[in-house]
């Protein structure tokens, strides 16, 4: 019964939370409060993770510094959406204690968690309670009462798992959303299932991570920092009936690094870096079509990027998804657009390698999702250059920033500009129900229309042009003068005319406009200004 762990002791533990973490990424994902088919809160912390173990693989030799370092810096980097972000700064502040340690006791590791939890919450800028942040809090106290009655590491981690489960169990009682809902935290289940790994490797049980890492006797094996095995950036959605994730998912592996096939049995997006992307999409096409090809040469990338003139002019990075809304931020002056948005979240690096891409001193993010602010904020840390953060949690917002956005006022007068433009655009979201729940307006069956409006779910209907009317009646006010539409890509020109011949019948002294958006799950984006 170990008494004490070694660096070696960490890394399985670590790798042990990864497998169980993959293990349960798709429970993880159904806990999403509302049905809306972006439940990604485990697959993003499995990224997080991912890159993690990414991180380490670089390494010749292990020992506690380049370890914690290695964890820290990958967590950091690959982090995507809030709960990865702050797992990743739950590792900053427990890692960042023991860095400097040849071996962590008992009380080391109750020091390690109540850090890891200061700095989590530190990292949050509105915490709420009745979600991960609320986890590790009770896993932190309940190390501390705890540790003086166990003699072993097994019993330790014992007590606080038990804690963990009890936390999260008592998440609902914290938020009423949850209540409602009639279920857990995901990021707390996720943290709950983490610890609940490592329990499992020092009981001597071994479950590996389905993805690929490198083992402490392989360290140094592995692609180096610098190194550019693979040229092409590949990627693109499947749509299909019964697609077998696990299967292509595996076949892609295979076939390069960087890794991300997401999704269900009918839709799925998949990233990858390989040499032969032919034999990707090949694969791919055996269970369906595919749709929204990008295929990047990545040494050309890397030879554009050695710009040695920086201007002092100020860039813009917008994150969005949908080659409509792409096209109109560029008219509106984005200088670079990284993809991401609903069940898609970009990783801090994504968006970090956007920005030092640009020839500009300082930039300008639009996350235009509320779940990608958090990791844009972390790019701060991530490069020298002045980085501003909109807190645009839409598509919709974002397009509003951009019309009060001017190239020749100082980075903090746009700054204010932009972020002031965010209150007088009203946003609404329309998409289908994928599983059955419950909410504090009525019961939600699967395949229900459901619209949200400045992400709150107010609106439920079997009819999709008239639940969609019911969203903007409740929008529109005697003030509103423009109502504007960015239709989805599997939006039919039939549903087009009808919703603009609704909208016209409903709302004769308004303006209103309809854009191809081409974003995907979600039929209409909503603005109402």
Do not use: W
């Not at 070694?6 to 939370?17: F, H, K, Q, R, T």
């Not at 369906?288 to 990008?294: A, L, R």
């Not at 007088?424 to 395949?447: C, L, M």
């Not at 459901?450 to 969609?468: A, S």
Request: with cysteine; hydrophobic share 40%.
């Amino acid at each position: 019964m170990a008494k004490v762990l070694l660096v070696n002791d960490i890394y399985n533990l670590l790798e042990s939370a990864f497998a169980y973490l993959q293990k349960n990424e798709e429970e993880i994902n159904e806990l999403n409060v509302f049905p809306v088919p972006d439940g990604d809160t485990g697959t993003n912390m499995v990224l997080t993770m991912q890159s993690i173990f990414q991180e380490l693989s670089s390494l010749n030799e292990l020992h506690m510094k380049n370890f914690t370092n290695a964890v820290i810096q990958g967590s950091l980097l690959g982090a995507r959406g809030n709960s990865g972000v702050i797992l990743s700064q739950i590792f900053r502040g427990m890692l960042g204690y023991i860095k400097n340690k040849k071996e962590v006791k008992i009380k080391d590791f109750v020091k390690a968690l109540d850090i890891g939890k200061k700095v989590a919450y530190q990292g949050v800028m509105k915490p709420v309670e009745g979600t991960m942040l609320t986890v590790i809090k009770d896993i932190a106290k309940s190390a501390k009462d705890e540790f003086k009655k166990c003699d072993t590491m097994e019993k330790f981690f014992e007590k606080i798992v038990e804690e963990a489960k009890k936390s999260v169990e008592r998440t609902p009682l914290l938020l009423d959303v949850l209540k409602e809902a009639d279920v857990v935290d995901a990021g707390g289940q996720g943290l709950y299932i983490i610890f609940l790994g490592m329990l499992s490797r020092l009981k001597g049980e071994e479950l590996k991570p389905t993805v690929t890492t490198k083992g402490v006797e392989f360290m140094g094996l592995g692609q180096q920092k610098g190194e550019l095995t693979y040229t092409y950036c590949t990627e693109f959605l499947l749509e299909g009936k019964n697609i077998d994730i696990d299967k292509l998912k595996s076949y892609i592996e295979k076939r390069g690094n960087s890794v991300l096939v997401v999704g269900d049995s009918e839709n799925v997006h998949i990233h990858v870096h390989t040499n032969e992307p032919h034999l990707v999409m090949r694969k791919a096409l055996k269970e369906g079509e595919i749709h929204n090809i990008k295929i990047d040469n990545m040494k050309d990338q890397a030879e554009a990027q050695k710009i040695e003139e920086v201007l002092d002019e100020i860039g813009v990075i917008s994150v969005c998804v949908g080659d409509g809304n792409k096209a109109i931020f560029e008219s509106l002056g984005v200088n670079a657009v990284v993809d991401g948005g609903q069940s898609m979240n970009p990783s801090t690096a994504d968006i970090a390698q956007a920005v030092d891409r640009l020839p500009y001193k300082s930039v300008i993010i639009l996350p235009n999702n509320k779940n990608i602010i958090a990791s844009a904020n972390q790019v701060k840390e991530l490069t020298e250059k002045d980085v501003v953060v909109i807190n645009s949690k839409s598509i919709p917002q974002g397009f509003s920033a951009m019309l009060s956005f001017n190239k020749d006022l100082e980075l903090d007068v746009n700054a204010k500009s932009m972020g002031e433009s965010l209150e007088y655009v009203k946003t609404g979201e329309i998409t289908f129900a994928v599983r059955e729940t419950k909410s504090s307006i009525g019961n939600i069956k699967k395949g229900d229309v459901i619209g949200f409006y400045n992400d709150e779910l107010v609106v439920i209907g079997d009819d999709f042009i008239k639940t969609t009317i019911s969203l903007i009646e409740k929008m529109v006010d005697d003030e509103s003068e423009i109502i504007t539409i960015y239709y989805g890509e599997d939006v039919s020109k039939k549903e087009r005319t009808e919703i603009e011949k609704h909208l016209n019948d409903k709302f004769p002294e308004k303006e209103i406009e309809i854009h191809h958006g081409g974003q995907p799950l979600y039929p209409f984006l909503i603005s109402v200004e």
